[in-house]
């Protein structure tokens, strides 16, 4: 029998037909165990991660008061505000084929892996933009294999989870430039002082050049080098199409101005330290903001800081305090008609103590006297109620205790003075004799409707504020004065929004009708007499321009000034931190004159404004010496005002020429205009 041997060929083709099937059923499985692989990554949530962005706290005008980030100065903008040359730098020069490409550029891996195994290291990468922000997100920077791999499945699942353009907004977010910016706008904000929106053609191609060596590269550690990898990127951006040869001539031969390092250093130093602890702590403890959130969140504090008046407040303390002594000051200004925070010194210096006084507890002296005489206003007294000012000892307590105030330098009128005299006079007697008259415990229950609601003891010392109270509640209560009997809650936060624009929190002012408007404007009227010859603030009055009510404080460790315009209601203090003992005939008279200096800085770009006369007051020109309707033979008037139906009705008759002339009284003309308004101030 004959065997009949296959040929060669057909063996060969047979065999070859089995690899070929093998292979192919190699490929299928491949392909699904591909498939399933990716399905796989897509199935599962990338790793958390939190981008630190700059929580940034803005005046009321809208500047930036300070940016908080912790050591990561990143600011979040999304793809809206990135210039598209910033986008075509960024994809010219990193990842040309970004858009073809699903996370990993093999053309580009496979270039990179020959020059590697040439050099027998990982000379080269290939890493796409989305590799990149994998590793900035992910990983470490370190070069081995096993961190190229972990790389390559995050792009990938960059890739199945964002959009090109999210991933875009991410990476140009998340980049790093050296001196602590990170992302295209904290790094324009930098290096050109302008927003990313802002840049031009050259300078964009320069601020992308930046991360591929932060330090090599920085224009503000090596101007050469920046240069040079500008024109390379401007050059790529020609070659690949995104720039015609005029753009990049031109933008080549553009004269940049890049910020001086150290120039940014002092723009970005703190502005209003201590205002900014407060704004920190609102937010946290009033708001609930955590203090992750605050410090890393990208939140957008808006405030009621107006920046003039703050950068005034803070020049006038450095001029006025001495800086042989550690003596300090605290200033306080509020917007009394809304409650707005306008200013706020803590101290001499933030950077050597963060305490901010204007929320220490201390003595407020004589200052607090204005919510004693308010009562007694409401109680019957009038501004012509007569007092015997001399040394006196109190007894209370049932007869138990005793309680001997003592005049400022023991200077007594030993006579009868009225109310008015009192407040400018700061008369202590006079005070104390008032607060016995009306009970103690009202002066309790007074302190608490003008919103210093802390508890106090009722006793006669209290009439002479030998209790401890805070500038900001002194002022918050001398803000009901000023606007008009209507208690205003302080505000230093208006609106706080997170990255999104979402608004967060959103204040509103606050205010109450606690005091009546008719008694408020009479307690103004004396006030004003702080100011004039004889009252305590009348050495500063020649630094004033414009009506102003207010009132000194003085202890044996503490100096205060307090004192208002319709516009400003203003609160100084200045004394030591550990109680020593001030000297009134210098360093007690630095209150006054920050305050006095401050509201007229302040206000510079005010009219003088008065308070409005309320229904039911009338003004009447009274002689001071014995309280009867001045005539116009009386050589000293002084305008005073009164509920109707308290005001004086006898004449003065000591300086008529004759006894037998009927008087002829001293007529008051109420403001009904502006200008009669100017006219009555400068009169009087």
Same mark, same amino acid.
């Given at each position: 029998m004959e065997v009949i041997q296959e040929s060669r060929f057909v063996l060969f083709v047979r065999r070859l037909t089995r690899l070929l099937f093998m292979m192919c059923l190699l490929s299928l499985a491949l392909i699904m165990l591909s498939i399933l692989g990716l399905l796989y990554l897509r199935s599962q949530p990338l790793p958390p991660v939190t981008i630190h962005e700059n929580t940034t706290i803005y005046a009321e005008d809208g500047k930036v008061i300070d940016t908080v980030n912790r050591g990561q100065n990143r600011t979040y903008v999304p793809m809206d505000d990135v210039p598209m040359e910033v986008v075509q730098a960024a994809l010219a020069v990193e990842d040309q084929r970004f858009y073809q490409h699903y996370g990993i550029d093999f053309r580009r891996v496979a270039g990179a892996m020959l020059v590697n195994i040439?050099?027998?290291?990982?000379?080269?990468?290939?890493?796409?933009?989305?590799?990149?922000?994998?590793?900035?997100?992910y990983l470490t920077h370190d070069k081995t294999w096993m961190r190229k791999i972990k790389e390559a499945i995050y792009a990938l699942q960059l890739?199945?989870?964002?959009?090109?353009?999210?991933i875009l907004e991410r990476y140009l977010n998340q980049i790093y430039f050296g001196h602590s910016a990170y992302g295209v706008e904290s790094a324009s904000r930098l290096f050109f002082g302008k927003h990313v929106s802002e840049l031009s053609l050259a300078e964009s191609a320069m601020l992308v050049g930046i991360p591929k060596g932060p330090r090599y590269y920085s224009p503000f550690l090596n101007e050469d080098n920046a240069r040079d990898?500008?024109?390379?990127?401007?050059?790529?951006m020609f070659q690949q199409g995104f720039i015609t040869e005029q753009k990049m001539k031109?933008?080549?031969?553009?004269?940049?101005?890049?910020?001086?390092?150290d120039a940014y250093a002092n723009r970005t130093a703190e502005m209003a330290p201590y205002f900014t602890d407060y704004v920190r702590k609102l937010a946290v403890q009033r708001y609930g903001i955590e203090e992750e959130m605050f410090d890393h969140g990208g939140l957008s504090i808006y405030t009621t800081l107006d920046p003039a008046m703050q950068e005034a407040?803070?020049?006038?303390?450095e001029e006025q305090l001495p800086e042989d002594r550690p003596l300090q000051t605290a200033l306080y200004a509020m917007d009394p008609r809304n409650g707005h925070i306008k200013a706020m010194v803590g101290g001499k210096d933030h950077t050597t103590s963060q305490y901010n006084r204007v929320f220490a507890a201390r003595h407020p002296g004589s200052s607090i006297k204005p919510f004693l005489y308010y009562a007694a206003l409401e109680q019957g007294m009038t501004p012509l109620t007569l007092m015997k000012s001399e040394p006196t000892t109190f007894t209370y307590d049932d007869g138990r205790r005793t309680y001997t105030p003592q &005049?400022? &330098?023991?200077?007594?009128?030993?006579?009868?003075?009225?109310?008015?005299?009192a407040i400018a006079k700061s008369d202590n007697i006079y005070a104390v004799k008032t607060m016995m008259f009306l009970g103690e415990e009202m002066m309790v229950d007074t302190l608490h409707r003008f919103g210093i609601e802390r508890p106090f003891q009722p006793l006669p010392s209290l009439a002479l504020g030998a209790q401890n109270v805070t500038l900001a509640e002194m002022v918050r209560g001398y803000g009901a004065l000023a606007n008009e009997g209507k208690l205003t809650e302080p505000v230093a936060i208006l609106r706080i929004e997170d990255r999104h624009g979402e608004v967060l929190v959103n204040e509103e002012p606050e205010e109450t009708q606690v005091l009546d408007p008719g008694q408020t404007f009479i307690l103004n009227r004396m006030l004003r007499s702080v100011f004039e010859p004889g009252g305590t603030g009348h050495r500063v009055s020649s630094l004033l321009d414009r009506p102003v009510a207010g009132k000194t404080g003085s202890t044996d460790t503490d100096s205060w000034m307090i004192g208002h315009a319709p516009q400003l209601v203003t609160g100084?203090?200045?004394g030591y931190d550990q109680n020593e003992f001030i000297n009134h005939n210098n360093d007690g008279r630095i209150a006054a004159q920050i305050w006095a200096t401050f509201m007229e800085e302040a206000l510079k770009e005010d009219m003088p404004a008065l308070f409005p006369v309320p229904d039911g007051v009338v003004g009447a020109y009274v002689n001071p010496d014995n309280g009867m309707l001045a005539t116009e033979h009386c050589p000293v008037t002084r305008l005073l005002y009164f509920k109707e139906g308290t005001e004086p009705t006898e004449y003065c008759h000591d300086h008529l020429p004759n006894p037998d002339t009927a008087p002829k009284p001293v007529e008051v003309e109420?403001?009904?205009?502006?200008?009669?308004k100017i006219k009555q101030w400068w009169e009087h």
């Open positions: 040439k050099q027998g290291a990982l000379a080269e990468g290939a890493s796409t933009i989305t590799q990149q922000l994998a590793r900035n997100l890739e199945m989870h964002y959009s090109k353009s999210q990898r500008q024109h390379l990127i401007l050059n790529l031109e933008a080549l031969a553009e004269e940049m101005t890049i910020l001086d390092p407040a803070e020049e006038i303390v &005049n400022f &330098n023991n200077v007594y009128p030993n006579d009868y003075i009225t109310m008015e005299r100084v203090w200045v109420e403001p009904s205009s502006f200008w009669q």
